[in-house]
């Protein structure tokens, strides 16, 4: 199926394509918002979007994908204008390593991680993923559910590449500690 | 301490031979020698001091007691500011190479934190400059040191700021040159400052911002607990090929980062595990449909 293809009837071609992918939509919006309510109007507002630009779509190419890159500007969008940036520590208070909080993984006595991690349940880890704040939450979303790559997360939160590569680490690093700590909230 | 807010942090009406830092700006400086850097920064920073802004001086190639003789000798008497508290006089390994390696995400925190101590503090700003000249020198994390610039534009509270990053041209690898141009408003170099007409910002150059991996030491000569970061990349298949080879080196000899990679892959397929499509209800579509034929057609 393309889309965009008839000109006299350009929300019926749209509507089907829309259709299609709606429920993966929804469950990638889901994801990023956290809730029902929220995630039905990243959807809606990303629908609204995409099909007034439909006209700059490509029929033929990824729909999926196009839908997709528009819902996560949205999102980034929405969450720049009402966010702030979190204050931090001063260069006297700042720890040896103060991303990991303490938490050295790789100290003796250590579980083996993958073996706990393969084994947990996905409301454990989708619970893990939800406390994380976004900064990191959507770039570890963006690659390790939708498996993007760095380069395409860096061009659809239009952050540089290394600040991509430090967030997801930042962000696993986080997840590991919750999960294996046993502190992700019920 | 100051009553108001300045607007500049050198004299209002430029004049030949002397430079100009206003409040807001970030500028790079490419000089040779350090009597070129210390030429550009004594009349700043007098300018600065006298404005009652904070200065902050990291120093990295210039000796601590060097750059103080050296400001006293162009008429700029740092040494009572600091005496005062009005000038901060810190060193690179303090600063941008704690524990020996640079992180982006700190230093920039850490210059974001002296911005706002700054103004908590009453001052009419903070005028910071800082030797990055050591970037030369094979430090594990220094591969992000063009998007820290970058990032340093983006800084909350950076229109109450003058920055001025200090390279030694002679020691400038010519690609992070090119690099450090697109990512500073305005390039010291031969003496005068002008704007770059190579700086450019926002969402699409913000992704272009290289890793400067070439600075780095290979990865199977950092210790384990710099690796992590690079691990985690490895484990998605997102580092460099020589890159990857140097890793696939380590870990063939170091159980510890393999039980790592290990680890970031299960963390990965788990959280793949997630990847379902929702149900989504007929009356959102409804919703949804009733929208878009509001919308008459496509723009």
Redesign the interface.
Known sequence: MTGGSSAAAPQAAFEALALQYLPDLMGSALRMTRNWEDAQDLTQDTLVRAFRGFRGFRPGTNFKAWVFRIMVNTYINSQRRSARRPRTMSWEEVPGEGETGGFDPLAEGSQPEHTTLAALPDETLQRALNDLPDDFRIPVLLCDVENLSYKDIARLIGIPLGTVRSRIFRGRQRLRKALTQGSVSA | MARHAASTVGPHTAEPGRQEARLGQHIVSLAGTVDEQLDLLAPVFGAALASDCRCLFIADRTAPEAFTSGMVRRGCNTGEALASGQFQLLTSD??YL??GHF????ML??V???I??ASEGGWGGLCGAGEVTWVHRGIPGV??V??YE??LNEL?GLSSAAIICLYDRERLPKRLGTELRKVHPLVHVNGTVAGSSEFVM???R??E???VEDLEPPADQLP??RL??LL??YA?G?VAPSRGDQIGRHLRTCS?CR??V???????????????????DAG??V???R???S?A???
């Open positions: 303090r600063t704690r524990d992180d982006a995400d700190r925190d850490t974001g934190d002296a706002e101590a591969d992000r063009v998007e970058y990032r909350e926002g969402a699409t913000a992704a911002v290289p890793l384990c607990e992590s970061e985690s990349a998605d997102q510890r039980r790592e290990e680890t970031y892959r299960a963390l990965k397929t788990s959280l793949t595990g997630l990847r379902t499509a929702s149900g989504v959102f579509w919703k949804v449909r929208q878009l034929g919308l057609s496509p723009d």
